[in-house]
């Protein structure tokens, strides 16, 4: 199934990465050819088959609620890109 | 005749096992083996461009330190060893970039599980091996960093995703790395590169500080020049760890004294879905050899074997593997660390940090995930893939029934030229056939070297049953052992240091 300009526009928006408009036309082809692969699939009868999340049988796995030591501030903060003294600096959220 | 000591390049010529013998007998000190390897490797580093940090200072404490456990007797069976490590592996305070400008000068706070574990038995990190970037590709040639070469010719890829380990064992750089494997990216470079490489059963390796792509798929696992190499580091990285809830409980064999059974009476499956369509000549005509020498060895071979649900495995992988990495992506937004870009707005900021920090390959993934993840396509895509990947689980857990293991080749190809299938996605996707079925079922699998097509390495790929990394280390052994195609390396091999 091809796609469209606006429908890539669309998928990149929700997926928050900005696209040239070459990138645009580029993904759009690219994609289409995968999806176009990926109809193999209807051929495949899977009535009432359950889906598989993981391949190994684990559920619940809990660990005991014990505190643990937290990394200190600057260690965190050092991989930051920009920080304002012991803070994370960001553009406005809210208008 | 009177026998002369080796000299630290000659032993680094040995596969780690022996390395490990001439270390404790005093032979050599690991500061020697490190200075020749580090010599080594950024000698090759023109030609090859297989690493994106080279760890000098670290190395060569490691190896001092390594030295001083060695003279005390306090040793573990990789003590001093110099191994290199794919650069999705967090390394503590050692920059960790997934090949990718986004985590460019990014230092982890902490090391992953595996790593842990390696520095605590006392191996000698060398550095940091390139990668496509976020383990997203076949070719190592969608790295921010540059192209990885392959040593048996250098105007060819070394496989991918984790080419940089690959190429650096297969040149003699060192005798062990890690890798790791979400749809094909320890096995297939292993092949392209003549080496062995073993992608262990879901959950048998912690996947903690391993920077995430998909999730229900990926495991770390090592390249090594033989069997008996990667059974060692398996036995190093692997087993159940409290940080990781999906890492299994299931106590871990001794692998390297599970080493010596033989072939006879190994019952081997040959599933017919796997020799694909455009599938070079010269890689079947390997792989029947290999399979006839597992024949006149005392394997049981089936030729009837089918699943044939497998050529669906790719769709799926392509729909499962974007999916979980459209998810695990989202966290790189250009605030707590990574690649930001300057714009006047938030949500402009955000776009433009992730337009800019993630190459072509990573953004084609992340579309396609959110595609197949969005409102109306959910069911179409994702829940029919999971749904086929129950199929495909169900037709191996049937296939295992009755065999010990299953061989195929690893991939349909040998190494190809560099650029030529770089701007054709689907083509690049279409050298994983026979690699992803198996992480879409979550079995362990190997690439052993047999033989060759044109000059350059065929790989042969054994799949096992969930946990049964004894089966296929002890049929890579014996078969190494008869063949001895691990022993060919190619011209470029060691030699380049001075």
């Known amino acids: ?68 030591e937290s990394p200190d501030r600057d260690t965190l903060l050092a991989n930051a890109p920009r920080v304002d003294g012991p803070y994370v600096r960001v553009r406005a959220v809210l208008e | 005749m009177t026998t002369e000591a080796l000299r630290p390049d000659a032993i680094l010529d040995l596969p780690a096992h022996e390395q490990a013998k001439q270390l404790r007998s005093s032979a050599v000190t690991s500061r020697a083996l490190t200075e020749a390897a580090l010599a080594r490797v950024r000698a090759q580093e023109t030609s090859l461009n297989a690493y994106i940090t ?150 048998r390796v912690s996947r903690f500080g391993v920077i995430a792509f998909a999730s229900s798929l990926e495991q770390v696992g090592p390249f090594a020049r033989d069997a008996e190499d990667a059974a060692l580091l398996l036995g190093a990285i692997a087993g159940v760890d409290p940080q990781d809830a999906t890492s299994a409980p299931v106590p871990v064999p001794d692998y390297t004294a599970l080493l010596f059974g033989g072939l006879a009476g190994l019952r081997v499956g040959v599933p017919r879905e796997f020799f694909v369509d455009g599938m070079e000549p010269g890689v079947r005509d390997a792989v029947e050899a290999a399979i006839k020498v597992f024949e006149d060895n005392g394997a049981i071979v089936d030729r009837d074997v089918t699943l044939p649900s497998v050529p669906a495995a790719l769709p799926v992988y392509y729909i499962i593997a974007p999916s979980e990495a459209s998810a695990n992506l989202a966290r790189y937004d250009g605030v707590k660390y990574g690649y930001r870009a300057e714009a006047e707005t938030m949500w402009d900021e955000m776009e433009q940090s992730r337009g800019r920090g993630f190459g072509a390959e990573v ?101 096992g049953d969930m946990f049964s990394e004894p089966t296929l280390l002890r049929a890579a052994h014996a078969y190494g052992e008869i063949t001895k195609f691990q022993e060919r390396r190619p011209a470029f091999f060691g030699g380049h240091s001075s």
Request: charged share 20%; net charge negative; glycine share 10%.
């Open chain 2, 363 to 463: 953004k084609r993934r992340i579309f396609l995930g959110t595609y197949a993840l969005s409102a109306g396509y959910y069911d179409a895509y994702y829940l029919k893939a999971q749904k086929v990947r129950t199929l495909i689980r169900r037709e191996f857990a049937a296939a295992f029934a009755s065999h010990d293991l299953l061989l195929t080749p690893c991939s349909p190809n040998v190494a190809f030229k560099l650029g030529e299938k770089v701007d054709d996605p689907l083509a690049m996707y279409l050298n994983d056939l026979c690699t992803i079925p198996v992480n879409i079922a979550g079995n362990p699998a190997m690439s052993i070297p047999c033989g060759f097509a044109e000059g350059l390495p065929v790989g042969l790929q054994l799949i």
């Open chain 1, 1 to 68: 199934m091809p796609l469209t300009d606006d429908e890539v526009r669309h998928i990149a928006r929700l997926a928050r990465v900005g696209l040239s408009d070459d990138e645009v036309a580029r993904a759009r082809e690219q994609l289409s050819t995968i999806l176009e692969h990926f109809e193999l699939l209807n051929s495949y009868d899977v009535e009432g088959v359950p889906p598989t999340a993981q391949s190994f049988d684990l559920a619940n796995v809990e660990r005991d609620d014990v505190s643990r």
């Open chain 2, 54 to 203: 080279i760890t000098d200072t670290e190395a060569l404490e490691q190896a001092d330190a390594a030295d001083a456990r060695l003279r005390s007797g306090n040793v573990a069976p990789l003590t001093g060893i110099p191994i290199g490590v794919k650069d999705l592996l967090s390394t503590k305070g050692v920059e960790t970039t997934a090949a990718s400008n986004m985590l460019r000068g990014f230092k982890p706070i902490i090391d992953c599980t595996v790593v842990a574990k390696l520095r605590e038995a006392g191996a000698v990190f060398v550095g940091k091996t390139n990668l496509d970037e976020f383990a997203m590709g076949s070719s190592t040639e969608h790295s921010a960093y540059g192209a990885t070469h392959n040593p048996w010719d250098l105007e060819r890829v070394p496989g991918g995703s984790s080419g940089g380990s690959a190429a650096t064992v297969a040149a003699g750089g060192v005798a062990l790395s890690l890798g790791t494997d979400t749809g094909g990216s320890i096995r297939q470079p292993a092949a392209l590169c003549g080496i062995v490489g073993l992608k262990p059963t879901y959950g």
